[in-house]
């Protein structure tokens, strides 16, 4: 299963399908069952506001759970880390209940249907979390050698939600001495993962593609890298695959479609935010550490310079300096600037770049021209990511904490990658929810 082009474990997606078709459909058709079965009793208006308000609940639900990591099968695996957070859940479900009692006291439900819906739901979403652990895993051979191999191995450690065991690691030369002609290799295998298709003999890819037909899971490395971390692994990657991809579709629909999107929210963000914007300004001023705006030419779309806008949350470089990654500087950064920094409060200003059309709200974060340049030297297909508008929040700003080497960039570019093949504005509307989580816990900041 995947969402908005994001492959999720199979219990990961069984999971979020099941909480919502019991939390919005199964749950409120339940509970309303008794008055549905007499509809003389209520007038078919209020019984549908009934229906629609216990709806509304379970959608409200799912997104605080979503926000709780509930969906997250690492956390999952704990049982007294779901107690936690499904407690911590339906808490802030309490709270943000009232708050709408009092906003709208003639929607108020009774006390005792609230507790009872209460019950059932947080007894629906710890029995569903249980059943969701895997009690089989998938045994995988991996047709591969060397450092490859070696990088497959530790992506499937990272990765444990994807519930999978390697059985073995063999070299595409000993596949013979392993699975004789006319062996059956789904008795031992459930999967299997080749790093190179094109070191495979003719032979032993007649018999993978015998053993495909047959219903066997055969994929390359680079897809299921790709599945399980949400990354385009750039080594091993070639300009045909980008080429040839029935991906990486970047046509004038999708830019125009972007384009209104961006106009749209960000406009009605500037506005929404305009009380906190002039409130951070004023804080700023006061602490007389500089200018309050902070201009900065960054590289843009297709390579061309911008210039962009954020709050000062450091004091100025000593003139002459060179350009230096963020983390090298923290020592300039002011105490009113962490705070901004760490719930995103300084890239406010940016909505303006948005409006400009100079950024989107979801894109590779724009860099400055020096270290792209230096990036680029030493990373392949570093150019790539300029070939979508830079975004206020992006993929590997959401999945990567702030990159501060080239390792880390090549990291971050894999993730940018990964956006630029599934660009859609489903995907920049998953961003954007997870990017409230990170904003939230103030993850990732420095």
Request: proline share 6%; with cysteine; aromatic share 8%.
């Amino acid at each position: 299963m995947r969402v908005c082009g994001k492959a999720l474990p199979p219990r990961a997606a069984l999971l979020l399908t099941f909480d919502f078709a019991s939390l919005v459909f199964a749950m409120p058709l339940l509970f309303m069952f008794p008055v549905l079965a007499n509809p003389e009793q209520k007038p078919l208006s209020e019984l549908l506001l009934s229906l629609a308000r216990l709806m509304a609940a379970g959608l409200a639900c799912q997104a605080v759970f979503y926000y709780h990591e509930l969906y997250n099968l690492q956390i999952v695996q704990r049982p007294s880390a779901v107690l936690v957070r499904v407690l911590r859940a339906f808490g802030l479900l309490f709270f943000l209940l009232s708050l709408a009692c009092l906003a709208l006291p003639t929607l108020a439900p009774t006390l005792s249907r609230v507790l009872l819906f209460s019950a059932f739901l947080a007894l629906i979403a710890v029995l569903a979390r249980m059943l969701a652990l895997p009690r089989v895993r998938e045994r995988v051979l991996i047709l591969s050698a060397g450092e490859e191999a070696a990088e497959l191995q530790e992506t499937i450690l990272e990765c444990p939600e994807w519930n999978i065991e390697i059985t073995q690691i063999l070299q595409p030369s000993k596949l013979d001495s392993l699975l004789p002609e006319g062996t059956d290799p789904s008795a031992s295998y459930d999967r299997i993962i080749v790093s190179d298709a094109k070191a495979q003999s003719p032979s032993a890819m007649q018999r993978m593609l015998d053993w495909k037909m047959r219903g066997l899971p055969i994929e390359d490395a680079q897809g299921f890298y790709e599945r399980a971390t949400g990354r385009v692994r750039v080594d091993g990657l070639t300009a045909d695959q980008c080429i040839f991809s029935y991906k990486y579709d970047n046509n004038a629909g999708k830019r125009r479609v972007k384009r209104v999107f961006d106009l749209v929210a960000s406009t009605l963000l500037l506005l929404l935010t305009s009380p906190l914007i002039l409130a951070v300004a004023i804080l700023i001023w006061s602490r007389r550490d500089g200018d309050i705006v902070f201009k900065q030419e960054r590289t843009g779309l297709n390579g061309k310079p911008i210039r962009i806008y954020k709050f000062r949350t450091m004091r100025s470089a000593p003139a002459g300096s060179e350009a230096r990654w963020a983390s090298d500087e923290t020592h300039r950064i002011t105490p009113v600037g962490a705070f901004l920094r760490k719930y995103r409060l300084d890239e406010l200003l940016q909505l303006v770049n948005i409006v400009k059309g100079d950024m989107s709200l979801v894109g590779p974060r724009p860099e400055q021209p020096q270290f792209c340049q230096l990036l680029a030297e030493r990373i392949p297909f570093y150019q790539q990511r300029h070939s979508v508008p830079p975004g206020l929040t992006g993929w590997a700003q959401v999945k990567y904490h702030y990159g501060s080497s080239i390792e880390e960039s090549k990291r971050k570019l894999e993730y940018d990658l990964f956006y630029v093949k599934h660009l859609s504005l489903w995907l920049d509307c998953a961003i954007l929810l997870e990017t409230v989580k990170v904003v939230l816990v103030g993850r990732g900041a420095l």
